[in-house]
């Protein structure tokens, strides 16, 4: 059985930084792309990021891009979001999801984290 577990979240002021982790279990971590979505209240969710098997290739969404770095360990299985300069904007559930390197959509999803940026 596939799990994905979110962790890192929580309440962090203008300007802050956290670092969320997600902890795979139940596949070939390094057989798989691993992505970061969000979602805000009354919102769609919405990619962040994502990090390729080797961890080689990273893309990020613009809002996102050069304040928040993904990366991943696949010796622990595990792929990090360390994020600054946070905005309120950033306010949001935070979802890490897995994709097989051979197919083009997400299979595994967490179940988030919540992050609040506070002004």
């Known amino acids: 059985q596939v799990q994905l577990v979110e962790s890192g979240g929580g309440l962090v002021q203008v300007g802050g930084s956290l670092r969320l982790s997600c902890a795979a279990s139940?596949?070939?971590?390094?057989?798989?792309?691993m992505g970061w979505f969000r979602q805000a209240p009354g919102k769609e969710r919405d990619f962040v990021a994502q990090?390729?098997?080797?961890?080689?290739?990273?893309y990020y969404a613009d809002s996102v891009k050069g304040r928040f770095t993904i990366s991943r360990d696949n010796a622990k299985n595990t792929v990090y979001l360390q994020m600054n300069s946070l905005k309120p904007e950033d306010t949001a559930d935070y979802y890490c999801a897995a994709r097989h390197t051979a197919r083009a959509v997400y299979d595994y999803w967490g179940q988030g984290t919540q992050v609040t940026v506070s002004s």
């Open positions: 990090i390729s098997w080797s961890g080689g290739s990273t």
């Open positions: 139940g596949l070939t971590f390094s057989s798989y792309t």
